[in-house]
T-cell receptor, first 114, second 114 residues
Framework: SQQGEEDPQALSIQEGENATMNCSYK?????LQWYRQNSGRGLVHLIL?????REKHSGRLRVTLDTSKKSSSLLITASRAADTASYFC??????????????FGSGTQLTVLP | DAGVIQSPRHEVTEMGQEVTLRCKPI?????LFWYRQTMMRGLELLIY????????DSGMPEDRFSAKMPNASFSTLKIQPSEPRDSAVYFC????????????FGSGTRLTVV
């Protein structure tokens, strides 16, 4: 089963508006990561937030993390047509010893209309 | 750094043929991951290596799939014999550490088995 699940599955907004995507996960984590995937391309790492952080910013991106609710949100401010992509959250799942592997949600497809 | 390099970008092959996908990770990364992405199943981890050693191949769907990492700068994923249900986009990713830093993905190989 998926560790992280994004919501909504699809989001369509006008250029200049803000876009908010949510991620819920099941087990305890030491960090949570967000990735972007443009059509026909590989995933690109956007931002990592650690479990002791509540909010993190990177340019027009703002990520929040609520470990009590096991949820995170990604906010893209002043969206542009170039932000059109799928956005995935990823959380580490224990595998062996202290090693963990990232598991990815099913993604939110964001469309920014010009 | 040129990033994670995968080849070929596209592969079309007939059912029953052998297919070999190639990956060059980022120099200095000690983890390498092979993922498969389909609309139905999303992003699935097939196998991963740590310092060139396969650690977990539980995601490999069948014995028809095999992966090797003969040195720190090269890995292959082989499917023999290929079947139409293997059609997907296959991604290679590398990272420093198993999950405490972001993964760098290649652009993927789109495999079509007819």
């Amino acid at each position: 089963s998926q560790q992280g699940e994004e919501d909504p599955q699809a989001l369509s907004i006008q250029e200049g508006e803000n876009a908010t995507m949510n991620c819920s996960y099941k087990t305890s984590i030491n960090n949570l990561q967000w990735y972007r995937q443009n059509s026909g391309r590989g995933l690109v790492h956007l931002i990592l937030i650690r479990s002791n952080e509540r909010e993190k910013h990177s340019g027009r991106l703002r990520v929040t993390l609520d470990t009590s609710k096991k949820s995170s949100s990604l906010l893209i401010t002043a969206s542009r047509a170039a932000d059109t992509a799928s956005y995935f959250c990823a959380t580490p799942v224990p595998i062996s010893g202290s090693a963990r592997q990232l598991t990815f949600g099913s993604g939110t497809q964001l469309t920014v209309l010009p | 750094d040129a990033g994670v390099i995968q080849s070929p970008r596209h592969e079309v092959t007939e059912m029953g043929q052998e297919v070999t996908l190639r990956c060059k990770p980022i120099s200095g990364h000690d983890y390498l991951f092979w993922y498969r992405q389909t609309m139905m199943r999303g992003l699935e981890l097939l196998i991963y290596f740590n310092n060139n050693v396969p650690i977990d191949d539980s995601g490999m769907p069948e014995d028809r799939f095999s992966a090797k990492m003969p040195n720190a700068s090269f890995s292959t994923l082989k499917i023999q014999p290929s079947e139409p249900r293997d059609s997907a986009v296959y991604f290679c990713a590398s990272s420093y550490g198993s999950s405490n830093y972001g993964y760098t993905f290649g652009s993927g190989t789109r495999l079509t088995v007819v």
